[in-house]
């Protein structure tokens, strides 16, 4: 009874219900399937995407990166430190401006997302199973314009 009266006296709808809620259980069940490759190769999800990134852009601005792949400057700037540490990037300085930085993908680097990929290939092959490959292509279209909608960049590239 007194949950009824909380919601109805706040006006929302069960939180089991809320966009927010569902996008959160959709993210934690698809990467089930990716964490325990991650894990296995001693790579967090955050330090997976900074490196998936770097593999396709090359050299990219640090503040570009981390509105690129999500992350707040400051935990990325924690990332990036572990990464140069273990040889997978590099880290440098734009000489113009020397509080600028610039962050490229190391051969290590390179090596360890060779090693990954086929792993990663085949979750994403179980994931199309299990939900279909024009069923994934159409929500990635909606999120898309949910993003846009909401005056955001595009999350998934053409």
Known sequence: MTDEITRSAIGLGPYTQ???LALLRTRESVMSRF??????HDVTEQQWRVLRTLAE???????????RICLLPSSLSRILKDLVARGLIQRRSVVEDLRRGLVSIQPAGI???LEVVPHS?????????AFGVARIAALKTELNA??????GPPIFED
């Open 18 to 20: 809320s966009l927010a």
């Open 35 to 40: 964490r325990p490759i991650l894990r296995e």
């Open 57 to 67: 852009v090359g050299e990219i601005e640090v503040t570009a990166l981390a509105e």
């Open 111 to 113: 090596a360890l997302i």
């Open 121 to 129: 290939k085949r979750a994403n092959a179980e994931i199309e199973e």
């Open 146 to 151: 949910l993003a846009e909608a909401l005056n």
